[in-house]
């Protein structure tokens, strides 16, 4: 008999020792804080803070820049594209993040092929917002002397 006591003395301890469980009203309201905190924190759809130029003309050969600055809660992924074609760094293409927001894309020796319209798209899990531009590329002057200097066509 002095062993089953024993053991019920231990039983006894070990729910003693139990944490204390939250009362429904409790948990309800923990549950409720830890929405309205996550709520607060809150998603905030992108918008585009700096809009890129609608209209830029440059000429072959040439740098252009352009950039826009976009807000978001969670940050936003940008993304550019040409025509519909999402672009990718390359030896004549780059990215460049900011602050504050800021994107840009970098073209390097525009030739002709790269007029077009581009488009900044930033999304997040609230949405999407986006802002383009179109580039119109003014084609190099023909060249009209010869190394010489001498002229290659005659006027009429």
């Not at 024993?6 to 830890?34: G, V």
């Not at 130029?53 to 050969?61: K, Q």
């Not at 030896?91 to 319209?117: C, I, P």
């Amino acid at each position: 008999t002095c062993g089953s006591a024993t053991r019920a003395a231990t039983e006894q301890d070990t729910e003693m020792k139990e944490t204390p469980r939250l009362s429904p009203e409790r948990a309800a309201s923990t549950i409720r804080h830890r929405f309205k905190f996550s709520f607060d924190m809150g998603n905030e759809p992108p918008q585009i803070v700096t809009e890129a130029p609608a209209n830029i003309h440059c000429h072959e050969g040439e740098e252009v820049v352009l950039e826009c600055a976009v807000s978001g809660q969670p940050p936003p992924v940008v993304s550019w594209s040409l025509n519909g074609q999402s672009l990718s760094p390359s030896g004549r293409l780059r990215f460049e993040e900011g602050k504050n927001g800021m994107y840009r894309l970098h073209l390097q020796e525009v030739s002709v092929t790269d007029a077009g319209r581009y488009c900044c798209v930033a999304t997040n899990v609230a949405g999407t917002a986006q802002t383009t531009s179109e580039l119109t590329v003014q084609p190099r002057a023909p060249k009209l002397y010869s190394k010489g200097g001498g002229a290659l066509f005659s006027s009429l």
